[in-house]
Structure formats: C-alpha cells, structure tokens
C-alpha cells in the first residue's frame, strides 16, 4: 500500500468552482511534488516543495495554487479550471530532492473531470 | 537536454515468461539515476526499481531487475516469470544527480505490458 494518500479520488467541478486536492505522508520525506498526467501519456511536472518552500513552478496557469501547510501535507487548490484541466493528479514525496538516490514514492491520484 | 526514449508502446508476455522492457536515455550529466514505475488503470504510479549511474553492479528487486548497460545508455526492465497482476503500464524515468538535482523526474512515454493467461 502506498504511503502517500491522496484525497479525494475522484473529483468533478464546474468551471467557475473552487475545490483543493489534498496529499499526506508520513515517511518523513521532506520534498514534495504535484504531477499532472493526461490519458495515455507520461506524469509531467507541475510543482516542486523542498523543506516547505516552493521550489519549481514548471509555469503552471495560476488557477492551480500550490500550498504546503507543514512537511506533511501538500495541497493544490483549484480555480476557473477548463476542461482540458481533466486529468489525473499525481502527489509524490522523497527524502531529499538534492538526493539523486533518493526514491520518489506516489500516490494513487486524484481523477479530475471539468465540467 | 535529458530524454528518455521507450520504444515499446505496446508488449503481450505469456504467463510464467520472462519480458523486457526498452528504455535507452540521454544525459550529459555524469550523476543520475534511473527508475522504472508500474502504473495499472487504477492510476497509482508503483515504484518497481532504481539504478544509479555510479552503480557497478545492476539493481535487482524480487522478480524485477534492471539489465544497466552505461555505454548504450540504456535501463531496460526484465520481469521474471509474469503474472496476470503485472498487466499494466510500465514508465521509464531519470532524474539529474548532484547539486543540480531538483528532484525532478523525465519520463519515458510508456509500455503497455499485456499478460496472458
């Protein structure tokens, strides 16, 4: 079983709705991550958390906001997405992103519809 | 830039065989490693094995083990004696080492492992 948790699993929102994605583990890792995944195709990176502070934002819209409210948590929250925001939303953490030995373990994803 | 390159989209293994699974890569960095991922419908990504660019020897785990040829710049993935469970999408992917890692992961496009009964 996987030891990081994503809630929810599934989610749908209209267009002009605000929800969050939320991700915890417990493994103490202190780098967290946020993967966007289309159908069919490879994770792609949004957003990189290293020791609580963001690190990478890969030039992701500003309706996704990034938040880590302490080094177990991370949250995206979520405005005016369109529908070719639906897709699979990916949380992942590692020890240390300066680590290149490091695993990086992930989720189960959260399935996003815009409607 | 780095690239991963999966060559496989799609691979059908009879129960019990052995398969193996493509990933050649291309860095310039001399520190980096290499992981290879499990994905079924479900979504959740699984991590299968690692192999660093400094490794001498080539990394086993269970049933899996990763055939590491530096030279060729190639990872590829051998499963041992499939199994009806192992029926998924398999991802390649490296990530830089040393003070300019940022943890970042490229992945490959990805090989749909088929298993038959």
């Known amino acids: 079983d996987t030891e990081v948790t994503q809630t929810p699993k599934h989610l749908v929102m209209g267009m002009t709705n605000k929800k969050s994605l939320k991700c915890e583990q417990h493994?103490?890792?202190?780098?967290m991550y946020w993967y966007k995944q289309k159908a069919k195709k490879p994770p792609e990176l949004m957003f990189v958390y290293s020791y609580e502070k963001l690190s990478i934002n890969e030039s992701v819209p500003s309706r996704f906001s990034p938040e880590c409210p302490n080094s177990s948590l991370l949250n995206l929250h979520l405005h005016a997405l369109q529908p070719e925001d639906s897709a699979l939303y990916l949380c992942a953490s590692s020890q240390d992103p300066g680590q290149g030995r490091n695993t990086i373990y992930f989720g189960e994803g959260s399935w996003l519809t815009v409607v | 830039a780095q690239k991963i390159t999966q060559t496989q989209p799609g691979m059908f293994v009879q129960e019990k065989e052995a398969v193996t699974l493509d990933c050649t890569y291309d860095t310039s960095d001399q520190s980096y490693g290499l992981f290879w991922y499990k994905q079924p419908s479900s979504g959740e990504m699984i991590f299968l094995i690692y192999?660093?660019?400094?490794?001498?020897q080539n990394a086993t785990e269970g049933r899996y083990s990763l055939n590491f040829q530096k030279a060729r710049k190639s990872a590829n993935l051998v499963i041992s004696a499939s199994q009806l469970g192992d029926s998924a999408m398999y991802f390649c992917?490296?990530?830089?080492?040393?003070?300019?890692?940022?943890?970042?992961?490229?992945f490959g496009q990805g090989t749909t492992l088929q298993v038959k009964p």
């Open positions: 192999q660093g660019s400094y490794d001498e």
């Open positions: 992917a490296m990530r830089e080492g040393g003070s300019s890692n940022t943890g970042k992961l490229i």
């Open positions: 493994m103490g890792h202190r780098a």
